[in-house]
């Protein structure tokens, strides 16, 4: 089978296009909370994450259904990985709980 290498690019393409996507829309979150128009950055984002996933795996699948499913395989594993990341991003930015703070205060 001489496809593999294609197979293996459909797969990084994949995952590639997922960080962006999900880091993304990670982003997204976070400024749009702080923003005084949040649905202005919630459509802009949309659209544009998804005009590049959408283009991104147009180019790098070649329309053949072996290479969507690998491509995809890498997406849904970039959604695992970024959302571990971004975890313990969170994570480390919350203020320590103290034994002597309301947590109304939290």
Not at 12 to 34: E, N
Not at 54 to 67: E, H, N, P, V
Not at 80 to 100: E, F, I, N, Q, Y
């Amino acid at each position: 089978m001489t496809d593999w290498p294609l197979y293996l690019l459909s797969f990084f393409a994949g995952l590639a296009l997922g960080i962006v996507f999900f880091g993304g829309l990670w982003l997204t979150v976070r400024k749009a909370m702080s923003s005084k128009r949040p649905a202005l950055w919630f459509i802009t984002s949309l659209l544009v994450r998804s005009a590049l996933v959408i283009g991104g795996l147009y180019f790098a699948t070649g329309q053949q259904w072996q290479r969507i499913l690998i491509s995809l395989a890498g997406f849904i594993l970039s959604r695992v990985l970024v959302l571990s990341v971004t975890k313990k991003l969170d994570r480390a930015k919350m203020p320590a709980k103290g034994g002597d703070q309301d947590e109304s205060d939290l």
